[in-house]
């Protein structure tokens, strides 16, 4: 079966941190370009981060710039997100996404061309 499965969200006080993992399963990450999305309830979905296939580019929403660093690491078939300074405005449930296109400048932080998708892990911030 192929899949990504999320994990790391928890609940984190503000200006606290989290480290979210994607891992594949059923198939290999090598070849895709990972992008993390974001919803909060009653929000659309919005595109939070996103590392080339080679993870040799990233690309990054505005308001996570200086805060979230997105890896690879493809020995273990999978992407990190790594956040800090956490805001309550940052609670969601965070989502993972495999493209084929293996670049992030033109779609990485849009749904378009996203063959799989995670099933999410909730990212809560409060004191």
């Known amino acids: 079966q192929l899949q990504l499965v999320e994990s790391g969200g928890g609940l984190v006080q503000p200006g606290g941190s989290l480290r979210l993992s994607c891992a594949a399963s059923?198939?290999?990450?090598?070849?895709?370009?990972i992008s993390w999305f974001r919803q909060a309830p009653g929000k659309e979905r919005e595109g939070v981060s996103c590392?080339?296939?080679?993870?040799?580019?990233?690309k990054y929403a505005d308001s996570v710039k200086g805060r979230f660093t997105i890896s690879r690491d493809n020995a273990k078939n999978t992407v990190y997100l790594q956040m800090n300074s956490l805001k309550p405005e940052d609670a969601a449930v965070y989502y993972c996404?495999?493209?084929?296109?293996?670049?992030?400048?033109?779609?990485?932080?849009?749904?378009?061309?996203?063959?799989?998708w995670g099933q999410g892990t909730q990212v809560i911030v409060s004191s």
């Open positions: 996404a495999a493209s084929p296109v293996g670049y992030c400048s033109v779609s990485g932080l849009s749904e378009e061309s996203k063959n799989y």
């Open positions: 590392i080339s296939s080679s993870g040799g580019s990233t």
């Open positions: 059923g198939f290999t990450l090598d070849y895709y370009a």
